[in-house]
């Protein structure tokens, strides 16, 4: 099983970066796929979520209206789409796949907002 993010780097404040999490070894199109973010010094924090089969989204406040969650099952992979970056969004990303007790996890991409 295997989570490979990708996408995160250096922006400005106001900039746009796109996530992506390229999944392998598990049935992706049966698993529920969440971001999460952990800034250094913090817990970790829920970020977005797209369910299983009606691609329903769901955001955290911090995330609404600036970030869109999204998944191509064709291809294994979810991605984040981030708007509006500030420099709080400033945090290791990671995805997480979910299916009853099966749970995995990324290894994270950094992003950092910054000028």
């Known amino acids: 099983v295997q989570l490979v993010e990708s996408g995160g780097g250096l922006v400005q404040p106001g900039g746009s970066l796109r996530l992506s999490c390229a999944a392998s070894?598990?049935?992706?199109?049966?698993?529920?796929m969440s971001w999460y973010r952990q800034a250094p010094g913090k817990e970790r924090e829920w970020v977005a979520s797209?369910?299983?089969?009606?691609?329903?989204?769901f955001y955290a406040d911090s995330a609404k209206g600036r970030f869109a969650i999204s998944r191509d099952n064709a291809k294994n992979t979810v991605y984040l789409q981030m708007n509006s970056l500030k420099p709080e969004d400033t945090a290791v990303y990671l995805c997480r796949a979910k299916s009853g007790p099966n749970d995995y996890w990324g290894q994270g991409t950094q992003v950092t907002v910054s000028s």
């Open positions: 070894g598990f049935s992706f199109s049966r698993y529920a």
């Open positions: 797209i369910s299983v089969i009606s691609g329903s989204t």
